[in-house]
C-alpha cells in the first residue's frame, strides 16, 4: 500500500505543473494566440523564484538555511511564487507584442523566448553565484510539511513532498473554469478565440483580451516553472526538460477544455511517476533480458497519450482564430 | 522519366540564374530579396548590440574582446574555420527540414527527434551492418523520413496536431535508440575496449568506409569533409523542387489552403505525409552527417538532441527560403564557433540570447520592410516631385521650392 502512496504523491507533484501551464496555455489560445513560449517563460518563473528564495535564506550565521527576519516559510515560498508569476507575466508580453501587435507570426517570437530563456538563466546564475555555477539549490524550508518515516497511505498522498503550489493549483483550476465557462470576461475570451471580427463588432477590444489572455498564460506558465522545479527535487538548473511543450501537447489532449485538461495532466503524469518508480512495483514486468529496461517505461507515458489521441481525436476542436493575427482593417 | 525531366528544370533553372545575374545585380534595390535581406541584416546589428551591452553589465573590462572572440572566433584559426563548416552541415540539414515542413503549412518540431534516429540508423548501418559512408546516409534519411512519416499519418489520417505528435515522438524516438543501444552491445565504447558505458564507439573507427569523404583535406583539420557539400546541395535539390516543379507547387498549394487545393484536385492527406516524410529525411541526414565524421560519438542521453531544435532558429532566420537557409546556417554555426572561443570570461549562452534577439527582431521584419520601403518611396517622390518642378533640364539648381512647400505645412504650431 505504501508504494500507492508513494506513486499517487509522485503523480500528483509531476501534475501540479502540467496543470498549470497546460491551463495558461488554454487561455492564452482561447483568445487566439498559440504561445509556443511556454517552455521558456517557465524557466523565468523558474529562475526568479529561486533566486528569491535563495535572498530571503539567511546565508550564515547560527540561523544559516532559515528565511530572513524570522519570516513564516510559507509567506516566503508565496512570495516567490507571486515573483514568477509577476516575471512570467512580463516575459510573457513579449509574445503578446510581436504577435498582437506587430501581427508577426506567432511561433517565430515563441521560439526566440524559448531559445533566450534557459541562455539567460545560465548568464543571470553565474553572474549571481560566480561561474560555472549553475544550478541554484531550494532551500530546506521550502516543502509544506515533511511526511514521518512510517507514515500510512494518507500522510504518504499528502505530506511526502506537498508544496504550496499544489494547493495554488487547485484553486487556478476552480478558478479557470468559473472565469472560462461563467463569467462576462471568459465569454468574451472566448469569442476573440472564435471570431475576433464579430467580437470587435460588438464593442469587444480583441487586441485587449489577447494581450489578457497571453499574460494570463505567462503568469500561470510562470508559477508552472516554479513548480517544476520543486518537483524536480534537485534546484534550479535552467531547463524545465521539455514540460512546456508537454503542457502544449496535455492542452491539445485536453480539447482546450479546463477540466479535461486536468484529467489529461493527471493521466500523463500517472504514467511518467509510474516510469519512475517501475522497479519497485511488484507486479509490473520487469522485461527480463532487456537491459535498461527503464527506457520501456520512460516511453510509456508519451505512448498512451498518442493511442488516446488517435482515438478521440476525431472530436478534437481548436479555437477557430488560433494563430491568426487579428487585423482590424480587414474585418 | 520524372527524373529526365527534373533534370531538364534543374538545367534550366541554373542556366536562367547565371544570365539574369547581372541584371538581377543591377535591379537589387528596387527587388523585394534586397529589402528582406537590409531587414535581417539590421536585425543582426542590433542582436549583437543586445549582446555587447549584456557583456557590458556583467564584465565591462572583457566585454570589447568578447565582443571580437565574438564576431571573429569562427575565423581565427585553419581548425576554427573547419570546425564551422563541419557545425554548419547537420545545421542546415535540421533548418531545411524544419524550413521545408513551414513551406508546406507544417510545423515539424520534430525535426530532433527525426535526427536522432537519423543519426542512429547511420551508426548502426556502419558499426553492424558495415556499409559504406553513402548507404549510410540513406540509412539515416530512410529512418529519418519514417520517424516524419509518423506525425504526416497521423495528422492526415486521425486530424492530430503535427506539433504535439511531434513532441511526442522526439521522446519516444529518444528513448527508443537509447534502448536499442543499450542491448546491442557491439554499438557500445566499452565492446572495443572503452572506458564511457554511455558512449557508442565512433563508427569510422569500427568502420573506416563509413567516413565521410575528406577531399584529401584531412591533413588540414579532422573537421574537413563533404557534409558541408552534401548539405548545399540538398538546399539546392530543395529550393528547385518548392519553387520550379509542380510537386513543389502542390506541396505549397496544400500548405497555404488545405479546402481549396483539395477542390484543385490535389490529394492533400497524401502531401501532408510526403511533406513529413521529406522533411524527417533532410532531418536524418543531418544526423549522418555529425556521426559519420570521425569526430564524436553518440551519447545515450535522457536529454533531446539541441541540434534538431536550433534547425527552427536556423529556417526562421533563412525565411524557410532554402537559399536562405545556407546562409543562417552558416552564420548560426559561425557565431557559435566565436563563442566557444568567448570563454571563460563569458557563457558561451550569451550567443544563444544574440541569436534569439535576432529571432524575435525577424518577427518585426515586416516593420522594418515597410519602413525601408517608405524611404525609399519617399525619396522617389521627392525627385520626381524635385523634377517636376524644376524642369527636367534643371540638374543644378538646388530644390528648394519642394523644401520650402514642407516647412510651411510644419509651421502653424
Known amino acids: 500500500m505504501n508504494i500507492f502512496g508513494d506513486l499517487l504523491s509522485s503523480m500528483i507533484v509531476f501534475a501540479v505543473p502540467l496543470i498549470l501551464v497546460a491551463l495558461g496555455a488554454m487561455f492564452s489560445e482561447r483568445s487566439g494566440t498559440i504561445n509556443i513560449a511556454l517552455e521558456g517563460i517557465m524557466i523565468i518563473g523558474g529562475l526568479v523564484a529561486s533566486l528569491i528564495f535563495k535572498f530571503l535564506t539567511v546565508q550564515s550565521g547560527p540561523l544559516m538555511g532559515t528565511p530572513i527576519w524570522g519570516l513564516p516559510s510559507q509567506l516566503c515560498v508565496l512570495i516567490g511564487i507571486i515573483g514568477a508569476a509577476i516575471a512570467g507575466g512580463i516575459y510573457s ?13 506567432q511561433t517565430i517570437g515563441g521560439t526566440a523566448l524559448n531559445i533566450m530563456a534557459p541562455a539567460l538563466a545560465i548568464v543571470i546564475t553565474w553572474a549571481i553565484q560566480g561561474q560555472g555555477q549553475t544550478a541554484i539549490y531550494t532551500p530546506s524550508w521550502v516543502p509544506l510539511a515533511t511526511a514521518p518515516m512510517d507514515a500510512n497511505f494518507f500522510e504518504r498522498v499528502f505530506l511526502k513532498s506537498s508544496y504550496l503550489t499544489t494547493p495554488i493549483c487547485v484553486l487556478v483550476i476552480v478558478a479557470s473554469w468559473v472565469i472560462i465557462y461563467k463569467t462576462k470576461f471568459g465569454l468574451r475570451l472566448r469569442s476573440c478565440g472564435e471570431n475576433p471580427a464579430a467580437a470587435d463588432s460588438v464593442g469587444i477590444n480583441v487586441y485587449k483580451m489577447r494581450y489578457t489572455g497571453v499574460m494570463i498564460s505567462g503568469a500561470l506558465a510562470g508559477i508552472g516553472g516554479i513548480a517544476f522545479t520543486l518537483a524536480a527535487g534537485s ?59 527503464l527506457y520501456i517505461y520512460l516511453m510509456i507515458p508519451y505512448i498512451v497519450t498518442m ?9 478534437s476542436r481548436a479555437p477557430k482564430a488560433e494563430g491568426i493575427p487579428y487585423d482590424k482593417s480587414s474585418r | 522519366m520524372k527524373i529526365k525531366a527534373f533534370f531538364a528544370t534543374c538545367h534550366a533553372t541554373i542556366k536562367k540564374f547565371f544570365v539574369n545575374l547581372w541584371p538581377n545585380i543591377k535591379n537589387l534595390k528596387t527587388k523585394r530579396g534586397f529589402n528582406s535581406i537590409l ?57 531545411l527540414a524544419v524550413g521545408f515542413a513551414f513551406k508546406t503549412g507544417l510545423f515539424n518540431i520534430g525535426a530532433a527527434g527525426q535526427y536522432t534516429v537519423g543519426a542512429f540508423c547511420a551508426i548502426f548501418g556502419a558499426i553492424i551492418l558495415k556499409m559504406p559512408w553513402y548507404v549510410d546516409i540513406l540509412l539515416a534519411a530512410l529512418g529519418g523520413a519514417v520517424w516524419g512519416a509518423i506525425p504526416g499519418i497521423f495528422k492526415a489520417l486521425r486530424n492530430v496536431n503535427e506539433v504535439i505528435t511531434s513532441i511526442m515522438f522526439n521522446w519516444i524516438g529518444l528513448f527508443l535508440v537509447d534502448l536499442i543501444i543499450a542491448n546491442t552491445p557491439k554499438m557500445l565504447s566499452t565492446f572495443y575496449g572503452g572506458a564511457d558505458q554511455s558512449r557508442t564507439v565512433d563508427p569510422v573507427a569500427v568502420n573506416l568506409s563509413s567516413k565521410l569523404p575528406s577531399l584529401g583535406m584531412e591533413r588540414l583539420s579532422p573537421y574537413m569533409n563533404v557534409g558541408i557539400f552534401i548539405a548545399i546541395f540538398l538546399a539546392i535539390v530543395m529550393y528547385i523542387v518548392l519553387s520550379k516543379t509542380t510537386f513543389g507547387y502542390e506541396l505549397k498549394a496544400c500548405g497555404y489552403n488545405k479546402e481549396s487545393s483539395k477542390y484543385a484536385g490535389i490529394n492533400a492527406k497524401r502531401n501532408i505525409i510526403l511533406s513529413m516524410s521529406i522533411s524527417g529525411a533532410l532531418a536524418g541526414i543531418g544526423g549522418a552527417l555529425t556521426y559519420l565524421a570521425g569526430t564524436s560519438t ?48 563569458f557563457a558561451t549562452e550569451v550567443i544563444d540570447i544574440v541569436i534569439s534577439v535576432i529571432i524575435y527582431l525577424s518577427a518585426f521584419s515586416l516593420v522594418f520592410k515597410q519602413l525601408i520601403d517608405r524611404y525609399l518611396l519617399d525619396r522617389k ?33
Do not use: C
Open chain 2, 298 to 345: 553518440m551519447q545515450v542521453t535522457k536529454s533531446i538532441s539541441p541540434i534538431g531544435f536550433n534547425g527552427i532558429p536556423v529556417a526562421l532566420l533563412g525565411t524557410s527560403n532554402p537559399i536562405g537557409i545556407i546562409f543562417s546556417a552558416l552564420f548560426i554555426a559561425y557565431i557559435q564557433i566565436g563563442g566557444n572561443a568567448m570563454q571563460p570570461e
Open chain 1, 235 to 293: 534546484g534550479f538548473a535552467s531547463t524545465v526538460a521539455g514540460y512546456g511543450f508537454l503542457a502544449l501537447a496535455v492542452m491539445i489532449f485536453g480539447n482546450w477544455q479546463p477540466l479535461k485538461i486536468v484529467l489529461a495532466a493527471l493521466l500523463f503524469a500517472f504514467f511518467k511517476s509510474l516510469s519512475g518508480m517501475a522497479s519497485s512495483i511488484p507486479f509490473l514486468p520487469s522485461f527480463e533480458g532487456v537491459k535498461e529496461s
Open chain 2, 39 to 95: 531587414a535581417s541584416l539590421f536585425s543582426i546589428i542590433i542582436g549583437i548590440l543586445v549582446g555587447l551591452i549584456l557583456m557590458l553589465i556583467i564584465k565591462p573590462k572583457d566585454a570589447f574582446y568578447g565582443l571580437s572572440m565574438m564576431m571573429s572566433g569562427g575565423l581565427s584559426s585553419v581548425s576554427n574555420i573547419f570546425q564551422v563548416l563541419y557545425t554548419t552541415a547537420p545545421l542546415m540539414m535540421t533548418g
Open chain 1, 93 to 105: 508580453f513579449f509574445l503578446a507584442f510581436a504577435s498582437i501587435r506587430l501581427k508577426a507570426d
Open chain 2, 381 to 413: 517622390h521627392k525627385k520626381d516631385a524635385r523634377d517636376l518642378l524644376n524642369g527636367p533640364t534643371a540638374n543644378g539648381t538646388p530644390p528648394e521650392p519642394v523644401e520650402a512647400e514642407i516647412v510651411k505645412e510644419g509651421a502653424p504650431k
Open chain 1, 307 to 315: 493511442i488516446i489521441l488517435a482515438l478521440t481525436s476525431k472530436k
